[in-house]
């Protein structure tokens, strides 16, 4: 073996360590568990498939299915539009470019907890003092304390959090583009929609298809905002899947059984991701 190569394993056998130890292994104790009656603590026995078929019949973890795919898929549109438009926008000849990409960029660097806490208390406080003092009902109600509008004030933080990676690999796409391209279609008389359809998508096309897959699974495992704006409520109308493992795992003696519910749900994330690769990049080949 070479020096380069003792170069390499030094490196790289200290980093695969530490993921084995903190991942990996954590991992698979968890699969582990999941065939038991584990509650966390004491003893335990194998129960096989037991928790995996509870799973499918509890409401609760039904209802936390529901609204967390729909708050994912809501929230994929909506951030990817946005970007996109944001992107568009950046990559014009304006002016303060770089001033205005950085200020962009800034909601994803700060903690989501810290961001969450912080549309709490403008849901809750700020925007109803508004709406009082200027007599507009809708915004008088603080929405967080409403089981049927709490999940909009979520998916407006996400969202507005999200936008900024997003743009930023739009933006990425972008400038591979040649403005050539746009010449040319202007001299045939391409207006500016035709030139986004028929240049623009196309060209972005793995760009889009990086996004809506990120995208879609970090909304997917959405957990930080809903802890910090609603705790899952009111009720359990906000609580998602993440959530709900957290909170049977940790606080009400369900290790296992929620450990069941995890593995299921790291398998659905899989085949969404998968199948959106699949959908998408086969659209990419036909652009």
């Known amino acids: 073996m070479n020096k380069k190569n003792k170069t390499y394993l030094i490196i790289a056998i200290p980093a695969f360590i530490l993921f084995f130890i903190f991942h990996t292994y954590p991992a698979l104790q968890g699969i582990f568990y999941s065939f038991t009656n584990w509650k966390g603590y004491g003893n335990w026995d194998l129960v096989g498939l037991k928790n995996y078929i509870n799973v499918f019949k509890d409401d609760r973890a039904l209802d936390a299915y529901g609204f967390t795919f729909k708050f994912a898929i809501l929230s994929t549109i909506l951030v990817n539009i946005f970007s996109l438009l944001v992107a568009m926008g950046l990559n014009s000849k304006i002016k303060f470019q770089k001033t205005l990409r950085a200020i962009y960029f800034l909601p994803y660097i700060l903690s989501i907890l810290i961001v969450g806490f912080i549309f709490n208390f403008i849901f809750t406080h700020f925007l109803p003092g508004i709406g009082e003092t ?35 690999l739009y933006l990425a796409g972008l400038v591979t583009i040649s403005e050539d391209l746009y010449e040319a279609a202007s001299i ?100």
């Open 134 to 168: 200027l007599g507009v009902d809708a915004l008088s109600r603080n929405i967080l304390g409403d089981p049927d509008l709490a999940w909009i004030g979520i998916v407006i933080v996400a969202v507005w959090q999200a936008i900024a990676f997003n743009t930023i």
């Open 188 to 287: 045939d008389g391409a207006n500016q929609w035709t030139k986004f359809w028929k240049i623009t998508f196309p060209l972005i096309a793995p760009f889009f298809t990086i996004n809506m897959v990120l995208a879609m699974k970090g909304f997917l495992m959405v957990f930080d905002q809903i802890v910090s704006l609603t705790g899952g409520g009111p009720g359990t109308s906000t609580e998602s899947i993440s959530l709900l493992i957290y909170r049977g795992g940790f606080e009400g003696g369900q290790f296992a059984y929620q450990s069941a519910n995890a593995v299921i749900y790291f398998i659905v994330i899989v085949v969404i991701s998968i199948v959106q690769l699949r959908i998408l990049e086969k659209r990419e080949v036909e652009n």
